[in-house]
T-cell receptor, first 112, second 111 residues
Framework: NAGVTQTPKFQVLKTGQSMTLQCAQDMNHNSMYWYRQDPGMGLRLIYYSASEGTTDKGEVPNGYNVSRLNKREFSLRLESAAPSQTSVYFC???????????FGSGTRLTVV | GQQVMQIPQYQHVQEGEDFTTYCNSSTTLSNIQWYKQRPGGHPVFLIQLVKSGEVKKQKRLTFQFGEAKKNSSLHITATQTTDVGTYFCAGPGTGGFKTIFGAGTRLFVKA
């Protein structure tokens, strides 16, 4: 059972470049989430999708877009990367009963 | 806005010593969750507490939810090197956000 799979694991971008972070879960969870983690600031919600076909902004959505492609996949896109987006990005999913996120292994993104 | 604060930010202990991290919310929580993140890893769900005054144990880990449901603690008895990492608490958010995470307490264990 793979759980939540994220790609890529590492990425270096130049300012202004775009990229898409991929996430897929095989646990048949309805809800999926994108968090960013910065030192000393815990996990902050970027976007989430409560169910297939819906997406909503989280705490820090500026500079990002998302797509819930189907029940399994939830991608995060940076249209024009900025150094402030240097962070570790985690995708997560939540079972219907709402107890306990399952996180992917993360994408370590550096924007230079 | 809603805040979930954790103290201490980090703690160094000698292997075998006990460790406690505290979580305080600015609002009453319907539940609280705890996660562990190993260095370089991803957060892993440990437990959820729901009831006022609830205490749950997982081997050497003891989790408590305060009577007012605004605070919680995680206590590790006789720490081991395998306990190193960052421990996060998390509670339901308001304003449409699903969950608010504390900043975490990083535990260092010296053998």
């Amino acid at each position: 059972n793979a759980g939540v799979t994220q790609t890529p694991k590492f990425q270096v971008l130049k300012t202004g470049q775009s990229m898409t972070l991929q996430c897929a879960q095989d646990m048949n969870h309805n809800s999926m989430y994108w968090y960013r983690q910065d030192p000393g600031m815990g996990l902050r919600l970027i976007y989430y999708s409560a169910s297939e076909g819906t997406t909503d902004k989280g705490e820090v959505p500026n500079g990002y877009n998302v797509s819930r492609l189907n029940k399994r996949e939830f991608s995060l896109r940076l249209e024009s990367a900025a150094p402030s987006q240097t962070s570790v990005y985690f995708c997560a999913s939540l079972p219907r009963q709402g107890i306990g996120y399952t996180f992917g292994s993360g994408t370590r993104l550096t924007v230079v | 806005g809603q805040q979930v604060m954790q103290i201490p930010q980090y703690q160094h202990v000698q292997e075998g010593e006990d460790f406690t991290t505290y979580c305080n919310s600015s609002t009453t929580l319907s539940n609280i969750q705890w996660y562990k993140q190993r260095p370089g890893g991803h957060p892993v769900f440990l437990i959820q507490l729901v009831k006022s005054g609830e205490v749950k144990k997982q081997k050497r880990l003891t989790f408590q939810f305060g009577e007012a449901k605004k605070n919680s603690s995680l206590h590790i008895t006789a720490t081991q090197t395998t306990d190193v990492g960052t421990y996060f608490c998390a509670g339901p958010g308001t304003g449409g956000f699903k969950t608010i995470f504390g900043a975490g307490t990083r535990l260092f264990v010296k053998a």
